[in-house]
């Protein structure tokens, strides 16, 4: 057997066949069992505690490269915080956060929901940490206007709020940098706020010290997360349907890595 | 099958698929998406933070006297002396006032909640497996770090333990690499197969 050539098969056909792995489930999806995770009860629990009519904050802190990844997440607890009733206000730290927020309100506003009333979407606030902890301390004081050009202070959801404590939580969805070690750094820490994270999945062993210390209450974990944060509150969506796809595209590469070690290994046994 | 008729679903999906090209050969449809993709991604930042800087220094300056907002935006401007070489030293100030205040708030930060806390964290009872893990793995990873003394006898074996320990987490962290990547395909494919073909 020519052990060299399966060191180093075409990258095409392994592309391919990555591909298919994901494609076929996706549209004839196989119901494998999905289980669900501490954390991801933990982040349920406390979102699920808050009363109806109390305010949070989603930092929406990616860009469209890690959105399919933390999207998901945004829109599971959305779905979530809309059901109990609970406000839901937008700010983003990065340049392309807002329009992700206009994508969250988009399918409330057409049911009925009211933009100011059940939700608000603050726009960007360029300078990174220092921004964010400007942003911490003085909500009001920071962002003037929203991303629709409403006066802030004009916005019902917005009375009441002077800064980040007056949130019943803060859920920071990150990508990267600015996001949730700038959040921990700049707020968590001085205001003792009640921060969550949605992680995309690359940052998740970053950011398991913060949970581990309590910094951060609860985190999810990239679409994974979504998915189970979906199957916990009991509304089954898009994430879940992708799980198949993703746990198939993991065996694909499993059963590469081994491959290739195999032959790594009886290649160098014959030399 | 329901194929979308949105011409931006359309534009969407061709635009995926021809950045999927590349993985069989570089071709002018992949070069020419990817340089629009760059090029929309510039437009829309700069269409943002010129936003920004109207609703943060423009609107209160002119319209609500907020005569003091002239110091930031003077500084601001000032960045772009830089380009021109007989008051490019004019650059350094603004410059200046940027880096000490980004290490001020940085170093109160990582002090605080990435070090204190984070040795508080670890200071934990040994009374469950996880505890014992967390203690004795930072403490090995530690001892791999501590060049004052020679890798000898228990060193040596300590040392050795916080290199395994070192190895699984970046076994962890390649496996999560892993997912993130297939999540960002399943993006892409929901897409496609969804948004464009409807066939998901």
Redesign the interface.
């Known amino acids: 057997m020519d052990w060299k050539k399966l060191q180093n098969i075409d990258?095409?056909i392994i592309?391919i066949l990555?591909?298919l792995a994901?494609?076929v489930p996706?549209?004839r999806p196989l119901a494998i069992p999905l289980s669900t995770g501490p954390s991801v009860h933990k982040f349920y629990q406390i979102m699920d505690a808050i009363p109806a009519g109390e305010k949070v904050l989603f930092s929406l802190d990616y860009a469209p490269?890690?959105?399919?990844?933390v999207h998901p997440q945004a829109l599971a607890v959305m779905k979530h915080m809309m059901n109990k009733g609970v406000g839901v206000v937008f700010i983003s730290f990065w340049?392309?956060g807002?329009?992700f927020g206009e994508q969250l309100i988009r399918a409330y506003e057409e049911q009925g929901y009211e933009y100011g009333v059940h939700f608000a979407n603050l726009?960007?606030?360029?300078g990174g940490?220092?921004a964010i902890?400007r942003f911490g301390e003085d909500v009001a004081g920071q962002v003037?206007?929203d991303f629709r050009n409403n006066p802030v202070s004009s916005l019902p959801i917005m009375q009441g709020i002077k800064d980040t404590r007056d949130f019943a939580a803060v859920i920071c969805f990150s990508a990267g940098n600015p996001g949730v070690?700038?959040w921990?750094?700049?707020v968590?820490?001085?205001l003792g706020i009640n921060l969550l994270a949605g992680a995309?999945?690359?940052s998740?062993?970053q950011y398991m010290?913060y949970v581990?210390?309590?910094?951060v209450k609860a985190m999810l974990?990239?679409?994974?997360g979504a998915a189970e944060y979906e199957t916990v509150s009991g509304n089954p969506g898009?994430s879940v349907?992708?799980m198949d796809?993703?746990s198939l595209?993991?065996l694909i590469?499993i059963a590469f890595i081994i491959v290739g070690n195999i032959a790594f290994f009886m290649d160098k046994k014959k030399q | 099958m329901n194929i979308s008729t949105d011409i931006w679903t359309w534009i969407a999906a061709l635009g995926t698929i021809a950045m999927f090209s590349f993985?069989?050969k570089e071709n002018p449809v992949y070069r020419w998406c990817e340089h629009l993709y760059v090029g929309a991604a510039a437009g829309?930042?700069i269409s943002?933070?010129a936003?920004?800087i109207a609703?943060?220094a423009w609107?209160?300056l002119t319209q609500d006297g907020k005569i003091v907002l002239l110091i930031p935006c003077i500084f601001g401007i000032l960045l772009y002396a830089r380009f021109i070489k007989s008051i490019a030293w004019l650059s350094r100030w603004p410059m200046s006032f940027l880096v000490g205040?980004?290490s001020g708030?940085?170093i109160f930060?990582?002090v605080?909640?990435?070090l204190l806390?984070?040795i508080?964290?670890t200071l934990l009872p040994l009374n469950s497996i996880n505890n014992i893990i967390?203690v004795f793995g930072v403490l090995s990873i530690l001892l791999y770090f501590f060049f004052s003394m020679e890798h000898r006898g228990a060193v040596k074996y300590g040392a050795s333990v916080g290199r395994w320990i070192m190895m699984i987490?970046f076994g962890?962290?390649f496996g999560?690499?892993?997912?993130?990547r297939?999540?960002?395909?399943?993006?892409?494919?929901?897409r496609i197969?969804?948004d464009w073909l409807g066939?998901?």
């Open positions: 990258r095409r592309y990555l591909i994901t494609a996706m549209i490269s890690g959105a399919p990844d340049e392309a807002p329009m726009g960007y606030v360029p940490e220092s902890k003037s206007r070690q700038e921990v750094r700049q968590q820490g001085p995309v999945t690359v998740v062993p010290p581990d210390a309590g910094q974990a990239g679409l994974r898009p349907a992708k796809a993703q595209g993991h590469i | 993985i069989f829309y930042a943002v933070n936003k920004s609703d943060k609107t209160p205040v980004g708030l940085a930060g990582v605080n909640s990435q806390q984070q508080k964290a967390m987490t962890v962290s999560n690499v892993v997912m993130g297939i999540s960002l395909l399943l993006g892409a494919l929901e197969l969804g066939m998901v």
